[in-house]
């Protein structure tokens, strides 16, 4: 029994990986320009806050004592720092679950009939076979995360994996038994 042995090319790995830049190109300049934006407006509050909590004066509190209000100016600085960390994990979780979202909707649009089309022209037999074996189901139309997964196959060796359950089948699979046919009696 001869089966093929012949794997995904360079030339598709690099096929879906351009034609994945060029569908969610757009998302990740929005992504890129929304954190870049986000940044640049934290690090100019940040300083503002840091400012803020270094021109205080703890002098109305004169009543603590003098010994806490050494200890509140030598503390100070620590405890804006700690609040500027803390909003900046926060605003990273906020980032990041943006950016996890904008993720989640592209995965889940569909890639057109021409991308599609020339992807069915262009990728090789075992790549097609990945492709085929990625889009699970078909009553939904293929999907960037497809595409996604379909390259991420690839670059693992789902290919041969493929053909190596259809070695395995054919090893383990019952014998076929052939009925000799029934003989008729004449009638009489």
Known sequence: ????????????????????????????????????????IWYKLLNRLVAFGRDIDYGG??????QTIALLKQYNPFFWWAVVALCTLIIAYF??????????????????????????QQLSAPALEVLRWVWADRRNPITVGDLQ?????????????????????????????VAPPEKTLPET
């Open 1 to 40: 029994m001869k089966t093929n042995t012949q794997q995904p090319t360079r030339q598709d790995a690099a096929l879906l990986r351009n034609t994945l830049l060029k569908l969610t190109a757009t998302q990740k300049i929005l992504c890129a320009v929304v954190i870049v934006l986000v940044a640049l």
């Open 61 to 66: 509190l004169h009543t603590l004592g003098v």
């Open 95 to 120: 980032l990041y679950g943006f950016v996890q979202g904008t993720q989640r909707r592209v995965r889940m649009k569909q890639v057109s009939e021409e991308t599609v089309a020339m992807l069915a």
């Open 149 to 177: 997964q379909t390259s991420h196959e690839i670059n693992h060796g789902r290919a041969a994996k493929i053909t190596l359950v259809r070695r395995h089948a054919a090893l383990i699979a019952p014998p076929v038994v």
